[in-house]
């Protein structure tokens, strides 16, 4: 319990640096706002709509189509998304079968394909 809700703060301050760093962007600040393009718009919000219907793993296996790109976009995108699954109760991971620990690797490789994910990683987590 403590473990996952230490992994959740950790995701969510990784979230908040980056977002801070390359976009100049509170994380209280919608992302999906700053998306320039409509149908990554669109796609963004059915993410958002998949999580807040406890569709998790599907959320995430439609993420990894949606952010394919590797635009600022879809690094918008994934940390908007990142922010909403580590505001997810407990229980509805467990419901899911999904860990922070998993979330936390998910967003990693994210990350790295931008070349941005160890460093930030490595700056937060301490490794």
């Given at each position: 319990?403590?473990?996952?809700?230490?992994?959740?703060?950790?995701?969510?301050?990784?979230?908040?640096?980056?977002?801070?760093?390359?976009?100049?962007?509170?994380?209280?600040?919608?992302?999906?706002?700053?998306?320039?393009?409509?149908d990554?718009?669109?796609?963004?919000d059915k993410?958002?709509?998949?999580i807040?219907?406890?569709?998790?793993?599907?959320?995430?296996?439609d993420?990894?189509?949606?952010?394919?790109?590797?635009?600022?976009?879809?690094?918008?995108?994934?940390?908007?998304?990142?922010?909403k699954l580590?505001?997810?109760?407990?229980?509805?991971?467990?419901?899911?079968?999904?860990?922070?620990?998993?979330?936390q690797?998910?967003?990693?490789?994210?990350?790295?394909?931008?070349?941005?994910?160890?460093?930030?990683?490595?700056?937060?987590?301490?490794?």
């Open positions: 319990m403590f473990e996952q809700d230490y992994i959740m703060i950790q995701i969510k301050q990784i979230i908040e640096v980056a977002m801070k760093m390359f976009f100049n962007i509170d994380i209280a600040t919608s992302a999906t706002m700053m998306i320039q393009d409509q990554k718009q669109d796609k963004s993410l958002i709509l998949e807040d219907g406890n569709n998790i793993r599907n959320a995430i296996a993420f990894k189509s949606v952010t394919s790109d590797k635009t600022k976009d879809d690094l918008l995108i994934g940390f908007y998304f990142f922010t580590c505001a997810l109760d407990e229980e509805i991971l467990n419901a899911n079968n999904i860990t922070y620990s998993e979330i690797d998910e967003m990693r490789m994210f990350l790295a394909q931008y070349g941005i994910g160890e460093q930030i990683f490595n700056l937060i987590f301490m490794q």
